[in-house]
């Protein structure tokens, strides 16, 4: 198929940018959309062009390092997939795609659709993690977990922290992101013991780093491509308001 | 002239290690603070080995390509993680692990370091419980189990299909806890170029800042590698796109020497080949043959639907071929097996380089619940792939490159022929022999990083305490630095035609034609001609898009198939020289009448070493004669 | 503690509360109001209007009232600032996620709220409260009220007020469709089985309400 691609242009941080018109051919429908990036960037270097810029890393929509905004949607119009995960398939012959990088402040351009996502580790790094050194650690049998409550916490925990859900947020809100992580330990026994601590220290830091308010629209939910159940921000807010009143 | 010295403790096997721990030198907690560590890699080794070097008190500083260490590719990593743990009561032991994975990886592979990872595999399970991993439970509250490839016990520990990334984030997240006390740093999208060696000792390492392109220096008083394997040298492979060889390759020059470096693990159930722009290949976990049997139709070239073809017409070809084991034989048996189906002409899919892989029987005794609770995410991904939907009709798979059991040479303490360098999980070649059993490489991973590095490196740290902070501006770190830069200059000098992908797929090809999943010496020879002429071409017009001094993705592939072409003809000369068949190492002219892989132990029983001289292809082989007091080496036999 | 009052997840903690307040408040404001086209005379109206009027509990709830009313605006404002503050590029082609339609307008509701507040306060508060416009009626048990029904009958005889209200009443709807169950949400109550049932409510909610307060005008207009 025969496609148009609006691509976001931009070659570094400072640089303003702009959308440039790309036409390409012979686009199979097997392609994943990074392989037609791929192979748009082929053709771009055949001719001496400088090639689009994307992050990518274990194509197969776990590592987190894909995300590109895609005619208005987070990794495009399929459900439940990552960027390198959608088909071509999902476009038709005459198509015209408009590619643009994740929008947040928190989320600087770096060049063209690459985008600066530290944010996130930052968020982590203020309390998403349980404090155990190597070593610490009692008999993993000690202390059982409800199987209910393992799989809740297994279901927020798959997270791959790619920003689709900053990035469908109207807000650029992270409380997606921010909540599987605060709800995932507070699933587990283990997580319980830092519960207050960690929720405030993470709501606060996503707050710093200049991430949107949830105002509930759902649109994370959606477009997150591991279909991360909103559940977990009620969660989150439920942990919040119990650290902060007890 | 290297001596090679494994520097494999004293006594009986099961007390090397408690032995040894009692014996290390230590570094004082005051003496830790003046320390420095880099960590070259942030997956499950990485991570592991950072966050806890931080919690003892070391000053750790951690490098990723990506732009942050969650993103490793041990994040991909689906199907679990042993331990000896026994919840079964189906009489598991360290003993039994450990003979499982010596006798898997065909009897290559040092029985003192195998025993340890068996040892401490049930402390890597409390560890990660512990950080809050999700592990599948019993309604008990108790964790869950599933055999898996190459076992007879149920002792593998899992989270769905995503125990990897389970087990990386939660080693992540502990790295991160690191970050924000202030004893670990982080130095994301920096790619390691160089490794700096200063009086025979590994003192930095040369990096590029992948944004702005500078070239940077890092110093300190030892240098981890966790840097993965290379199976991305077959250009299609289960790996991240972006894995490479080049850090070992870095060390390789620099003198540390490259073990078994064609042992590299085919796995058996990816979804095949479908189209030729594709960049990858998505593994689905080998715990599918659990409860998925894999077949093809007896009739040669039959094109019907799979469900078509009746129960009669259907040849279960491993259960018919290896009825102990059936459809949980290791991987390198799985592989070739299929391949040889394939290649007999019985394979299916539109390019007949398939097999099904079937759960149809397994729904009608287990249900469908039951089986989703297994495997949904592996079922949801492989319909998002192929569109095939596993709960009706079988999947198709066919084996691909995905692992490295050679690396990095490593002693007992997990050091490098270089003192002062260590090589951790996937890049260091201890424990997989020739083959690696399934769930093990998460458990090594982890292992190297919490539990033995943190040990071992103090041996060598001990004696560091009096070097003050290592300055990096040191006549080796100008030489590195210019050697760094003078390859960069000349790659983005020579403006060529072809891009930086194309060589990397021609390359892939080279290799998985004739050092592959089989092997034979006049393929190999003409392999390494090949390479060679294709590394020329390489040099001569490659195109690199983009400048220097910028993100330059072009500039990074560029880079790493330089090395590629380097290591491919390692792979090669490695695969020559052994003239036996042995785990994934296939070698035509060493096979029984029946197919089956001949061992020649007389001869070959020894890890194969290698050192540069400053051409590659005049590389000095090193022997360590492995030597079983524990076990005697049998034919390994699944049948 | 202080964090609830400056976190994201605090100040939209106090304004679910706020927004809560007031949904419970227009149920109460609607059942009053309704009697207007329920009964033939204004009477019932009048007494409820005037015990709401001079009941001390009442009066200190008004203050609440307002207050509730300031505080859902001004921390709605600070926290859309911070959110607008939050994307300073924006996107080429946005918001095609398959998500709540009402969700995506709660800003523009809320303004079309602003404005019916302020026309609605001068049209009768402000002239029932301050400006004395109101003439007095009694009635059977002998007690003098405001007859403040006569004027919002008399207000509603206009047509264009009528399409104003109906229309501005329409916004006020929108909003609520999507904050009642935005509300439970943000408290943290989410549930398997109640959430929807509690999306379902709100939906019931917001559609009698904003229905029942624009069936005033328009049955007023025509009947009466």
Sequence with gaps: MNITLKIWRQKNRDDKGKFVTYKLGDVSAEMTFLEMLDYLNEKLIREGADPVAFDSDCREGICGMCGLYINGRPNGPRKGVTTCQLSMSAFKDGDTITVEPWRAKAFPVIKDLVVDRTSFDKIIQAGGYISVNTGAAPEANAIPVKKENAERAFDAGICIGCGSCVAACTNASAMLFVSAKVSQLALLPQGRVEAKERVRAMVQAMDELGFGNCSNTGACEVECPKEISLSHIARLNREYFTAGIT | ?639 | MSNIFTSSVGKKFIMSLAGLFLIIFLVLHLSINITLILFKTPETFNKAATFMGNNPVIKIMEVVLFGGILLHMIYGAVLQIQNLLARPVRYKKSNYSQTSFFSKYMLHTAIIITIFLVIHLLDFWIKNKFLGEVHDITYADGKTYHDLGALVIERFQIGWVVIVYVVLLLGLGFHLHHSFQSAFQTLGLNHKTYTPVIKALGVIYSIVVAGGFISIPVVIYFLK
């Design chain 2, 1 to 639: 002239m290297i001596k090679l010295d494994a520097k494999i403790p004293e006594g009986p096997l099961s007390e090397k290690w408690t032995k040894h721990q009692s014996s290390v030198k230590l570094v004082s907690p005051a003496n830790k603070k003046k320390l420095d560590i880099i960590v070259v890699g942030g997956g499950a080794a990485g991570a592991s080995a950072a966050a806890s070097l931080a919690e003892s008190g070391y000053n750790v500083k951690v490098y990723v390509f990506q732009d942050s260490s969650r993103r490793a590719h041990s994040i991909a990593s689906q199907g679990g993680i042993n331990a000896t743990k026994n919840y079964k009561n189906d009489a598991d032991s360290d003993y039994r692990l450990f003979y499982d994975m010596i006798k898997g990886g065909d009897f290559r592979s040092r029985e003192a370091n195998v025993y340890r990872i068996a040892e401490i595999s049930n402390k890597i399970i409390d560890q990660f419980v512990a950080q809050g991993v999700p592990f599948a439970r019993e309604y008990g509250g108790h964790l869950a189990n599933r055999s898996f490839g190459g076992v007879q016990v149920s002792r593998t520990f899992y989270a769905q299909g995503q125990t990897g990334q389970q087990c990386t984030l939660a080693a992540y997240q502990a790295l991160m806890r690191q970050v924000k006390a202030g004893k670990a740093k982080i130095f994301a999208r920096r790619d390691m170029l160089d490794l700096v060696v200063i009086d025979g000792r590994a003192r930095g390492i040369i990096t590029r800042n992948l944004i702005t392109g500078e070239i940077e220096r890092h110093s300190a008083h030892a240098v981890v590698f966790a840097t993965g394997g290379y199976g991305t040298i077959y250009y299609l492979s289960t790996l991240a796109i972006n894995s490479n060889g080049s850090a070992a390759m870095a060390a390789f020059r620099k003198g540390a020497l490259m073990a078994n470096p064609s042992m590299a693990q085919i796995h058996p159930t990816c979804i095949p080949v479908l189209n030729e722009y594709q960049s990858k290949l998505t593994l689905m976990s080998e715990s599918l043959r659990n409860d998925g049997r894999v077949w093809v139709p007896k009739q040669k070239g039959d094109k019907r639907p799979a469900n078509e073809i009746k129960e009669e017409e259907r040849d279960y070809y491993l259960e018919r071929k290896y009825p102990a084991f059936g459809n949980l034989v290791p991987r390198d048996v799985a592989s070739r097996a299929a391949k040889e189906r394939c290649d007999e002409g019985y394979g299916v899919g539109e390019t007949g380089l398939s097999v099904y892989l079937d759960f149809r029987d397994a729904i009608e005794n287990q249900g469908k619940d039951a089986i989703k609770s297994k495997y949904g995410t592996l079922f949801d991904l492989c319909e998002k792939v192929t569109g095939i939907n596993p709960y009706k009709e079988p999947m198709r798979i066919y084996p691909a490159s995905h692992y490295t059991m050679g690396g990095l040479w490593v002693d007992y303490n997990l050091m490098t022929t270089i003192p002062g360098l260590y090589a951790i999980g996937e890049a260091n070649f201890s424990d997989h022999g020739a083959n690696r059993l399934g769930a093990s490489s998460l458990m090594q991973c982890a292992g190297d990083g919490y539990f033995i590095l943190p040990v071992t490196i103090g041996d060598y740290l001990a004696d560091q305490i009096r070097i003050p902070k290592i300055p990096a501006d040191t006549p080796e770190f100008d030489e590195a630095e210019k050697a760094v830069k003078d390859k960069l200059n000349k790659l983005m000098s020579i403006k060529g035609t072809q891009s930086p992908t194309s060589f990397h797929k021609r390359l892939g090809h080279i290799l998985w034609t004739y050092s592959g999943m089989k092997r034979n010496e006049k393929g190999l020879k003409k392999a390494l001609e090949e390479i060679k002429e294709l590394q020329e071409e390489f040099w001569r017009d490659v195109r690199v898009a983009g400048e220097l001094y910028e993100l330059n993705h072009e500039l990074e592939k560029a880079n790493r198939i330089a090395d590629f072409f380097e290591l491919a003809q390692l792979i090669v000369l490695d695969a020559l020289n052994r003239k036996e068949s042995c785990g994934a190492h296939f070698r035509e002219e060493y096979q029984t009448e029946e197919g089956e892989p001949k061992r020649d132990d007389k001869n070959y029983s020894y890890v194969a070493a290698w050192e540069y001289t400053g051409d590659i292809l005049k590389s000095v082989l090193h022997k360590e004669e492995l030597i079983f007091e524990y076990v005697t080496p049998v034919k390994r036999s699944y049948k």
